[in-house]
């Protein structure tokens, strides 16, 4: 089985977000650049089926030379190849034709991408893939497991799940639940050594087209104080959500 | 020129968040100067859009459950039969898995978590939340196609009663490969998604045994219940409930957090919920900074009296 995990080079949780240049450029200075959590648990998943399966699996980023530590990551966690698609990510459309390219030249039997990235809050890059290559694709999928060319997944839907049956080729998006925030790999030194001997290809855009660009960003108003309501006094509480905030 | 909706339904009644994506839809329609339909399936009530300004209905009959390939194939034709260039859907877990599809078949632009109407039309302009609820961008959609996933309670439901008519739509649906097991949905609560208002638990609550409060307090208020990503990964309550950047997003009209510490994963979670509240007995807790109101106090001791005080409060309002 050929697995290929489309990993987000994104910026830490915990990252100050400012933009610069006239608020038309995210503010990269002092940024910590990790693995998308929501790809995290997809590769994660993967190496489970190189394990057990012997699958291969190869990780894949859109972007400049700036990704090149993440994939590196995720090679060192054990992916064993890394393609880099050497052009700037503008927007979700334009991502997705650019991995297919690469698909289209090496045939995956899975393609992992994470539910959305933690940046840009898209949440298109699995369904588009899969539109355009026709394959099968489960979203927000929260278990898989395959067998043969047939494939079982969770799907995690408003109010409960749902379990469903289909076949590969087959594309998901990924997210927590395809295995647990505990089974996450810290890559160790060994891993990190053999990372530095894997080959991360980088390859050239295909020159896909765009469908929409970002004019510049804004950052929501300062937040006022809480208000503080003693603990002997709810009605108080009781009082200010519906006189005041009219929410009950 | 004109507009589309994909109105959701659920058990052939049309979802309240199909309401809102009609209003942002009439909104759309008068800046363009167009009339606005729906596309929806099976819906035996279509006429009720009509209350948040759709003219027209295209209704679509098809057995079995909900999939995303199916469904995008028919909101497709939908548009493509209408020659519509806009075509509005809501942020839903099934929205969000059939969109890129319609995208995709469209050769359309398609913007998630838009949080207002366009600030223009040409060149064609929304604002859209990002950095989990961090910031906004303002994105040009610049293909003739376009496709808005409007944010859960951003733009609101705003009433506009014009006269519907309710069309059956019959379309040669798509194959799919993906066929449906089964369905685990508990059909009796309130949905994180759908609630308006959402009361989560946290470590505080020191047990899975302490729950009823959240489950009491919940009920008063017609509220959906979650929790934060500890006590889902303890097993105290099904991951289905923990709602954070891994987690499910909420974007409630109230979020009362009881027993939340705060973490920044949490809060990116929650906050376009537009009311936060927090009780927690530490008041060096992170989320007293992100809340707009809260009580320092012991949990064991605030909720109970606050469901005696709201149960008062319902049954006099």
Known sequence: MKILVCISHVPDTTSKINFVESDTK??????????????????????????????????????????????????????????????????ASQVAQEIVAVIKTREYDLVIAGRESIDYNGGMVPGMIAAMIDASYVNNCVSLEISGDKATAVREIDGGKETLTTSLPLVIGGQKGLVEESDLKIPNMRGIMMARKKQLNVIEPSGATTKATTVNYEKPAPKGEVKLVDAANVDELINLLHNEANVI | MSVLIYAETEGGKVKKVAFEVASYGKAVADQMGCEVTAVAFNASDADVLGSYGINKVMNISHEG????????????????????????????????????????????????????????????????????????????????????????????????????????????????????????????????????VVVSGGRGLKGPENW?????????????????????????????????????????????????????????????????????SDPEAPFFKAADYGIVGDAFEVVPQLIEKLKAFKAQA
């Open chain 1, 26 to 91: 995210f503010d990269t200075n002092g940024v910590q650049y990790i693995i998308n959590p929501n790809d995290e648990f997809g590769l994660t998943r993967a190496m489970w089926f190189k394990e057990k399966e012997g699958a291969e699996v190869d990780v894949i980023n859109v972007g400049g030379a700036e990704t090149e530590s993440t994939l590196r990551k995720a090679l060192a966690i054990g992916a064993d190849t890394a393609i880099r698609v050497n052009t700037e990510a503008l927007e």
């Open chain 2, 65 to 196: 459950n909900f999939d995303a390939k199916i469904y995008a194939s028919g909101i497709q034709q939908a548009a493509e039969q209408l020659g519509a260039s806009v075509v509005v859907v809501s942020s839903s877990a099934d929205s969000r898995y059939l969109s890129p599809l319609v995208a995709v078949g469209l050769n359309a632009g398609y913007a998630t978590n838009v949080v207002s109407a366009p600030s223009s039309l040409a060149p064609f302009t929304v604002k859209r939340s990002v950095f989990t609820n961090k910031a906004f961008t303002h994105a040009e959609i610049t293909s003739e196609n376009k496709i808005i996933g409007v944010s859960n309670n951003a733009f609101g439901s705003v009433e506009n009663k014009v006269a519907c008519t309710v069309e059956e739509f019959t379309v040669s649906l798509a194959s799919s490969s993906v066929n449906v097991a089964s369905v685990d949905k508990a059909t009796d609560k309130v949905t994180i998604a759908d609630a308006e």
């Open chain 2, 212 to 280: 009823h409060m959240i489950e009491d307090l919940a009920e008063v208020l017609g509220a959906a219940t979650a929790c934060s990503k500890p006590v889902s990964d303890m097993g105290w309550r099904p991951h289905s409930e923990h709602v954070g950047q891994t987690g499910k997003p909420v974007a409630s009209n109230l979020y009362i957090a009881i027993g939340v510490s705060g973490a920044i994963q949490h809060l990116a979670g929650i906050n376009s919920s537009k009311v936060k509240v927090v009780i927690n």
